[in-house]
């Protein structure tokens, strides 16, 4: 059993900041990229950021320069640095990670339940 639990979510006025934790835990062998995605009401779910393993991102246009994604392999944890928050960014957040669950096995992407983030005055 693999599970993904978000926190940090909750409301904040525009421009203000917000930092979403997302902690793996179960039977782990090794987590490859970990992300974080989103999904605005009456739209698609959307990628935000992605981190490798070495530390490597890649962001969303709409989030670079505001959104800084970081991990603690130690802990299998990721978390997402949200600055200079717009309505726009609106949306509930899912936690992602491609998790090999032993070394012989495949990954397999698992996905948190999603925190929800309101940017509102």
């Known amino acids: 059993q693999v599970q993904l639990v978000e926190s940090g979510g909750g409301s904040v006025q525009p421009g203000g900041p917000l930092r979403l934790s997302c902690a793996a835990s179960?039977?782990?062998?090794?987590?490859?990229?970990m992300g974080w995605h989103r999904q605005a009401p009456g739209k698609s779910r959307e990628l935000v950021a992605t981190i490798t393993r070495s530390g490597s991102t890649n962001y969303a246009d709409s989030v670079k320069g505001r959104f800084t994604i970081s991990r603690d392999n130690a802990e299998n944890r990721v978390y997402l640095q949200m600055n200079s928050l717009k309505p726009e960014d609106t949306a509930v957040y899912y936690c992602n990670a491609k998790i090999r669950r032993y070394v012989w096995s495949s990954e397999f992407d698992y996905w948190g339940q999603g925190t929800q983030v309101t940017v509102s005055s």
């Open positions: 179960g039977s782990i062998a090794s987590i490859n990229s």
